[in-house]
């Protein structure tokens, strides 16, 4: 099946800079990568979403990039806020979404004010 | 419109015992997944059903079961608890399959602990 690995597990930054969370995924047919964050006590959202077929996607100051011969993919926050701060997840459907969504352990981004 | 609902919120219950949290989808959407949530292990695939049938299972033992009803809300029935079952336990649902691309939308989870 399906193993995604996600880093670093924690990351802290200042407000105003940049923070970037790395995925790497096994199954070479995996074709859908989205990111979840999740803030303390509340439920996972999904924040943005690639295809395999796409290898950027951006929204206001999230992007994502997709390295399907790498078979890595980050997530990129720009001029970090702190409402940023929560845990983060990357996840990767296996070949066909027979196995569910494979999700990484996840990522707490600390920004400091 | 209402997002996914799960109850209860908390639950308190002892080794041996059964559990049995509820998943109301967001409406419109046809499959139901359950994950686990555990400290420091991230989201672990549970269950998946769609159209009220049991399309797959993650690495899980037989005591964790479920089942969809026919208004596409859905039950997952622990038994036999175990300390190591303490979670939160996550529905998602979405339009169709993330083998097509759907969108996953979650629950606010149920925090099972078992004492």
């Known amino acids: 099946g399906e193993n995604v690995e996600q880093h670093p597990s924690t990351l802290s930054v200042q407000e105003g800079d940049s923070a970037v969370i790395k995925c790497t995924y096994s199954d070479s047919a995996s074709n859908y990568f989205p990111w979840y964050k999740q803030e303390l006590g509340k439920r996972p959202q999904l924040i943005i979403d690639?295809?395999?077929?796409?290898g950027e996607k951006k929204d206001q100051r999230i992007a994502v990039t997709l390295n399907k011969t790498a078979k890595h993919f980050s997530l990129h926050i720009t001029e970090t806020q702190p409402e940023d701060s929560a845990v983060y997840f990357c996840?990767?459907?296996?070949?066909?979404?027979?196995?569910?969504?494979?999700f990484g352990k996840g990522t707490h981004l600390i920004i400091q004010p | 419109e209402a997002g996914v609902t799960q109850s209860p919120t908390h639950l308190i219950k002892t080794r041996g015992q059964q559990a049995t949290l509820r998943c109301s989808p967001i409406?419109?959407?046809?499959?139901v997944y359950w994950y686990q949530q555990a400290l420091g292990l991230g989201l672990q695939f549970l269950l998946w059903y769609d159209e009220g049938e049991e399309r797959n299972r993650g690495n899980f033992p037989p005591r964790f079961s479920g089942r969809q009803f026919p208004n596409y809300s859905s039950e997952l029935n622990v038994n036999a608890l175990e300390l190591e079952d303490s979670a939160l336990y996550l529905c998602?649902?979405?339009?169709?399959?993330?083998?097509?691309?759907?969108?996953?939308?979650f629950g606010s989870g149920t925090q099972l602990s078992v004492l």
């Open positions: 996840a990767a459907t296996s070949g066909g979404g027979a196995d569910g969504l494979t």
């Open positions: 998602a649902s979405s339009l169709g399959t993330y083998r097509d691309g759907e969108k996953l939308f």
């Open positions: 409406s419109g959407h046809t499959s």
């Open positions: 690639i295809r395999s077929n796409v």
